[in-house]
């Protein structure tokens, strides 16, 4: 894999898939980029370039811990458009990793094309989803086989008495088949402590953030699973009402991968928002513009201007 220097010296690794225009994938977890794949067939219309984050997958862990802080990360962002000579970047992050690439849109405006949001975290703007919000949706899946253990599960991560994170992973997909119990298993964070100091102290000012994005020209998407428990579409709208021109789209059946889901709709929305090809007319896509979204968009959404210590991301 190819690798760049980080503003500190940590050497970062990344991988190069497809041919295209380039798209800079920002991974969640934070954990090794390998769980987004080719994003279920993007790679035919874009060159995915995609980073390890810093001490996960082929990027070397760094001497200064405190550097796993999100904020910390937008640097490495920054670094990459910078070795890649690129003037502007079109940019995706998935997750955990949408914090990062909203935290970068925030500082680099100019920097960005598109920003696409895929099963998007809201830390970063403080919008807390809720434990009646994830319960609510999790009562979608009543008719699986596997909800009664699982919706055990969440009730008790929810009041504070479980921690068994393993049993509501079903949540988390469309279809809970061999395929998304294995990519669940290769794509579990294997740095604990990256992931313990993603959120430090420190890492998020939502109230800054939210003030830069009203500012925000590039066209935006936000892409969410209609399943997708991390990412629920309400909190999701809400952020997309923060945009001045976004983008929202919930993907029928599909869950926090919304790519290994359904390939097919989310390549053919994805790519068209990109410029590829036309959209596939079984994503329900809403405009969201504030004035359209704005008021539906916070029902079942609370809005914080700090993020609350021990919030969950799936």
Do not use: K
Not at 92 to 102: D, I, K, M, P, Y
Not at 179 to 188: D, F, K, L, S, T
Not at 251 to 258: E, I
Request: with cysteine; glycine share 10%.
């Amino acid at each position: 894999m190819p690798t760049f220097c980080a503003p500190d010296g940590t050497r970062l690794a990344y991988r190069v898939t497809g041919d295209g225009d380039p798209l800079l994938c920002v991974p969640g977890g934070p954990a090794d980029s390998r769980y987004l794949g080719d994003l279920g067939g993007l790679s035919a219309h874009r060159r995915l370039i995609v980073p390890d984050p810093r001490g996960t997958g082929r990027s070397a862990i760094p001497d200064d811990r405190s550097s796993y802080r999100c904020d910390r990360l937008v640097g490495d962002v920054e670094a990459l458009r910078e070795h890649l000579r690129l003037p502007r970047v079109d940019l995706l992050g998935h997750s955990a990793g949408a914090n990062v690439a909203t935290q970068y849109a925030a500082r680099y405006p100019r920097n960005v094309s598109r920003l696409a949001l895929i099963g998007p975290s809201t830390r970063a703007i403080g919008i807390a989803v809720t434990a009646e919000t994830r319960r609510e949706l999790a009562r979608l899946r009543s008719d699986e086989p596997w909800f009664p253990a699982a919706f055990a599960a969440l009730d008790a991560i929810a009041a504070g008495t479980g921690a068994d994170w393993e049993a509501i992973a079903p949540f988390l997909y469309g279809r809970w088949d061999a395929a998304a119990q294995e990519h669940h298993a290769a794509g579990r964070p294997g740095n604990a402590e990256a992931a313990a100091l993603f959120a430090a102290e420190g890492a998020f000012d939502p109230r800054a953030t939210r003030a830069a994005l009203a500012g925000f020209e590039a066209p935006v998407l936000l892409l969410t699973g209609e399943f997708d428990m991390n990412s629920p579409p309400r909190p999701t709208a809400a952020f997309a009402a923060l945009f001045p021109d976004a983008t929202l789209v919930v993907q029928p059946g599909a869950g926090h991968y919304p790519w290994l889901d359904h390939p097919g709709p989310f390549v053919a929305t994805t790519a068209a928002f990109l410029g590829s090809r036309p959209p596939d007319d079984r994503a329900a896509v809403i405009p969201a513009t504030r004035t359209e979204v704005a008021d539906a968009a916070w029902r079942g959404a609370e809005r914080a201007d700090t993020v609350p210590d021990g919030t969950a991301e799936f």
